[in-house]
Each structure stands twice: as structure tokens, then as C-alpha cells.
């Protein structure tokens, strides 16, 4: 069992690497502004309307939407699957001593919630940008509400392991106590 901890967290270990290398590589190397004004795309927004889309858009220029699309094509759709291993084995590994219950299965399922909702979002995004300057309502608000859900997941997912991590520390903090008395 040691030599199965220790191999997840070798993993473990590796994704985070790789979510270190996407967030503070990757990601900044994207980096898109207009008239001196750093520009949001939608993916780190919660949610938008179709009058910040078409700005944004038009904002960007021909070259920033080439290369909101490749971002968005290539990179984006590695992402999700990084964080989503990563988030399920921390889970894994943070519950490895409780009993498997369906309420503990179904929350380590969350992080592949995260990514199906990315990945939707970047689909959507996708065809906006191939719409372009022709985006309609429909599909700025299809986009906006997946991204909404991804983040509201993400919210979820980051205060569960906050909670787990407390109690952990609670476990060990009343383990050492205990030994001492």
C-alpha cells in the first residue's frame, strides 16, 4: 500500500509540474490587449453578454482572434485534461483512508465536471470565433452559462479541498496531541 501512496503522489506530483508550467508559462504567454488596456477572454470571466463578446472581438483584431484560436484550440484543450487528473487523484489521495460512499464518489467526479463544462465553453468559443463578426445572442449565452457552471464547479471543487485539507489537519494536530498525553 506504502508503494501505491507513494507512486500517487510521484503522479501527483508530475500534474502539478505541468499545471505550474500551463499557468505560469502558457497561459501569460497569451496575453492580449487593446490601446495599452489588458484585455479578459471569456474563459477566466464569469460571465459575459453578447455586447462584450463583439467588443472583445473586435478588440482583438484579425491576429489576437488567430491567436485566441489556436489558445483556445491547442492549449485549452490540453489544460482540462491536466487539472481534471490532477484534481481527481488529490481527491483520491486526500480520501484514501474513508470509506468509498457515494456522496465522496460523486465528488471526486466534480473535477471531470470542470473539464466537460471547459471543454463546452471552448467549443463554444470556437464557433464564435469562426462567426465572427455574425455571433448571435444564442450562442454568446450558451458560452456565458458554461462558463458560469465551470466556475461555480471550480468554487465547489477548491472549497471541499480547503475542508478536507482542515480536516486532515484537525486529525493530525489531535493525533499528536493525543500521543503526548
Not at 487539472?83 to 460523486?106: C, D, E, P, R, W
Not at 457552471?149 to 479541498?161: A, D, G, N, P, R
Amino acid at each position: 500500500m506504502q508503494h501505491t501512496l507513494k507512486n500517487k503522489l510521484f503522479q501527483l506530483l508530475i500534474l502539478f509540474l505541468l499545471l505550474l508550467t500551463f499557468n505560469l508559462l502558457l497561459f501569460p504567454s497569451f496575453e492580449y490587449s487593446y490601446a495599452g488596456e489588458k484585455l479578459r477572454i471569456p474563459d477566466i470571466r464569469f460571465s459575459y453578454s453578447p455586447d462584450e463578446i463583439k467588443l472583445l472581438f473586435n478588440q482583438l483584431g484579425a491576429t489576437g482572434r488567430m491567436l485566441y484560436t489556436f489558445q483556445t484550440a491547442v492549449v485549452d484543450m490540453i489544460y482540462p485534461l491536466v487539472y481534471s487528473l490532477f484534481l481527481f487523484m488529490l481527491f483520491g489521495v486526500a480520501n484514501s483512508n474513508k470509506k468509498q460512499t457515494k456522496m465522496i464518489k460523486a465528488i471526486r467526479l466534480m473535477p471531470f465536471g470542470i473539464a466537460l463544462f471547459d471543454y463546452l465553453e471552448n467549443f463554444n468559443s470556437l464557433q464564435m470565433l469562426s462567426d465572427f463578426p455574425e455571433i448571435t445572442a444564442f450562442s454568446v449565452a450558451t458560452g456565458s452559462l458554461f462558463t458560469s457552471i465551470k466556475w461555480i464547479l471550480v468554487v465547489f471543487t477548491v472549497l471541499i479541498l480547503l475542508a478536507i485539507a482542515v480536516e486532515l489537519l484537525l486529525k493530525y494536530v489531535r493525533k499528536r496531541l493525543n500521543m503526548l498525553n
